[in-house]
Nanobody, 124 residues
Framework: QVQLVESGGGLVQAGGSLRLSCAASGRAFSSYAMGWFRQAPGKAREFVAGIRSGVEYTNYANSVQGRFTISRDNAKNTVYLQMNSLKPDDTAVYYC?????????????????WGQGTQVTVSS
């Protein structure tokens, strides 16, 4: 079992930055790949970024490539999402998730554990 708690969301102007954190409890955090997803009102939940468990491999959705950075600190059982150059289209509830295969998949169904989400609102 892995419990995930996101923090760091808020209201920011377009062009601004936010850093989201996701604190994990439970065993073997370092063996899980971690992902960030988001869900805007009326839209399906979508992949944002993923990071593998054992190596520094990351992948991103095209819409955030070059603006967002995912990272993890296994000593602190925490994964981060640094978001720069934010746009109004980035407004959504952001969720972190843990994937047991260690691959950092972009597929929502590969993730077994989810946080409760944190709201990010970008004003124009």
């Amino acid at each position: 079992q892995v419990q995930l708690v996101e923090s760091g969301g808020g209201l920011v102007q377009a062009g601004g930055s936010l850093r989201l954190s996701c604190a994990a409890s439970g065993r073997a955090f370092s063996s899980y790949a971690m992902g960030w997803f988001r869900q805007a009102p009326g839209k399906a939940r979508e992949f944002v970024a993923g990071i593998r468990s054992g190596v520094e491999y990351t992948n991103y959705a095209n819409s955030v490539q070059g603006r967002f950075t995912i990272s993890r600190d296994n000593a602190k059982n925490t994964v981060y999402l640094q978001m720069n150059s934010l746009k109004p289209d980035d407004t959504a509830v952001y969720y972190c998730a843990a994937e047991p295969y260690g691959l950092g998949s972009s597929l929502l169904q590969e993730y077994d554990y989810w946080g409760q989400g944190t709201q990010v609102t970008v004003s124009s």
